[in-house]
Nanobody, 117 residues
Framework: QVQLVESGGGLVQPGGSLRLSCAAS????????MNWYRQAPGKQRELVAG???????NYAESVKGRFTISRDNAKNTASLQMNSLKPEDTAVYYC???????????WGRGTQVTVSS
């Protein structure tokens, strides 16, 4: 059974930092691309950051220079370090594991991030 469990969300003031983690089980973690998506109220889910199995990264323009994605294949975890947070970063953040060539995608349940003073 595949499980992706996010943690680390919460309430933070503008300019603050949070670190999200995603613990994966039931998959060959090192073979998957790991991605972080977010969905704000009334908006579509969007890709925030991704890291391929080979370690290449990509980021949404809105978070470049502020967010950093990483992974630890030995611990089956992916992380998203979020710095200089803005109110517009408020959303539910979802962990995603993907084997794009096979059309396989797994999702976590999400963790709420709220940036507010």
């Amino acid at each position: 059974q595949v499980q992706l469990v996010e943690s680390g969300g919460g309430l933070v003031q503008p300019g603050g930092s949070l670190r999200l983690s995603c613990a994966a089980s039931g998959i060959t973690f090192s073979a998957y691309a790991m991605n972080w998506y977010r969905q704000a109220p009334g908006k579509q889910r969007e890709l925030v950051a991704g890291m391929t199995s080979g370690g290449s990264t990509n980021y949404a323009e809105s978070v470049k220079g502020r967010f950093t994605i990483s992974r630890d294949n030995a611990k089956n975890t992916a992380s998203l370090q979020m710095n200089s947070l803005k109110p517009e970063d408020t959303a539910v953040y979802y962990c995603n594991a993907a084997l794009e060539a096979l059309g396989v995608r797994h999702w976590g349940r999400g963790t709420q991030v709220t940036v507010s003073s």
